[in-house]
């Protein structure tokens, strides 16, 4: 019995077509002949050889990537830390040099502290609102400079165009890692990007319940080093994943865009509030980087951090964050619950650009009364 269920003849009919691809789950594929498992080039993604080298459900979700970042070539990885690190993989080896914003995704700073140091892949830090900054970082040895808009929690908006200038001008390829913009902001291979990641665990997915990263680029000598390192390196994404990111894509932009309008209209709210002195948010006036965004960028995400007046301990502030009902304290972003966290900003910058304790929020889906009256409620017991 067991051997006729395996080998069971029957074949479901041809033609099958709905309005989502279907969830194709292998570990490995089958040939119909020596002949054609010897002729399939997986190379090219002409055909099936391996589960890790791709499904009619992950190659689909990589075209429609590619096609969100206005790109052509789409890897899928299991996190947005594993895009970082293969694109560091692919395109570094011992003896180059990366550069980093000083701003950077905390993570993406300790890979290059602790591996690629390892590895004897050096690194610096730029100071991103500085062009001369990074002119003056890029050496013999730079091989790679990555690009974030805008810097990790305290959100400064960069000159892309003019940072992607100085890099061209050097050979320097640029990474640019997209995952605020999510794909709706602003396009990076438009600016002259070569690489563009994204951490889809975020907007993409939006439902804070999957991890998944993609690498794009618009450029195939890039896209066949990039394609190769993640095949040797055996990186792939189950069936499952893939299928709940092809079925959140279409609401992408609507998610996007809700959660822009709310994060723009909480943190005008924030910027009246005597407890926050600053509000850093792209798309405020008055924020770091605003001119640059506003030349560059078509939306914004739903994400902003207050810097809390010096007045209130850290204590004081970790106080008000517990007393929020409606923001899950919780590190990522893009789900429907909203979330925040406190930073203490001497901890994570060798040069704080700001006195006392920043905190972090991503407006999820809910009302944007009740934030506003949730934020309230919390702010009596940060005076308190
Ligand atoms: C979350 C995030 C990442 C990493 O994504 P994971 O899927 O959580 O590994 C990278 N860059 C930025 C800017 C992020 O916000």
């Not at 999510?182 to 438009?190: E, I, Q, R, W």
């Not at 066949?224 to 993640?230: V, W, Y």
């Not at 007393?323 to 994570?348: E, N, R």
């Amino acid at each position: 019995m067991t051997t006729k269920l395996i080998h069971h003849p029957y074949r479901p009919p041809a033609g099958f077509d709905a309005p989502q691809v279907g969830v194709y789950k292998a570990s490995t594929v089958l040939f119909p002949d020596v002949a054609a498992m010897r002729a399939r080039d997986w190379r090219h993604r002409s055909g099936y050889t391996y589960g890790l080298h791709g499904t009619p459900t992950t190659f689909t979700l990589e075209e429609r990537i590619a096609t969100l970042e206005g790109g052509t070539h789409c890897v899928l990885v299991p996190s947005g830390l594993a895009a970082i690190a293969l694109v560091n993989m692919a395109l570094l080896k011992a003896g180059d040099e990366l550069l980093l914003p000083d701003n950077v995704y905390g993570p993406s700073r300790e890979l290059a502290r602790r591996e690629l140091a390892a590895w004897g892949i050096t690194h610096k830090l730029y100071d991103p609102m500085d062009l001369a900054s990074l002119a003056a970082a890029i050496g013999p040895a730079t091989k790679l400079v990555w690009l974030e808009a805008p810097g990790s929690v305290t959100m400064e908006f960069p000159d892309l165009p003019a940072l992607v200038a100085v890099c061209r001008e050097r050979g320097v390829t640029t990474a640019l890692d997209n995952t605020w913009g999510a794909g709706l902001a602003f396009c990076g291979f438009d600016l002259g990007i070569d690489v563009v990641m994204q951490a889809l665990t975020k907007y993409p997915s939006g439902g804070g319940d999957v991890l998944m990263g993609s690498v794009v680029t618009r450029d195939a000598e890039l896209a066949d080093r990039i394609h190769m390192t993640h095949g040797r390196l055996g990186q792939g994404v189950g069936a499952n994943d893939a299928e709940a990111m092809l079925r959140s894509l279409p609401s992408l932009s609507l998610r996007y865009h809700a959660a822009d309008a709310a994060g723009r209209e909480l943190a005008a709210w924030c910027a009246t509030r005597s407890e926050f002195r600053r509000v850093l948010h792209p798309a405020l006036p008055g924020a770091p980087g605003h001119e640059h965004w506003k030349s560059t960028c078509r939306a914004a995400a739903g994400l902003f951090s207050v810097v809390v007046d010096p007045r209130f301990s850290g204590a004081q502030v970790d106080r008000f964050v517990d007393a929020l009902q409606l923001f899950g304290i919780g590190f990522s972003w893009a789900g429907p619950m909203s979330l925040v966290v406190p930073y203490d900003m001497k901890q994570m910058r060798a040069k704080p650009a700001y006195d006392g304790t920043v905190v972090r929020f991503s407006i999820g889906l809910e009302e944007v009364a009740d934030l506003k009256a949730d934020l309230e409620q919390a702010l009596a017991a940060l005076a308190g």
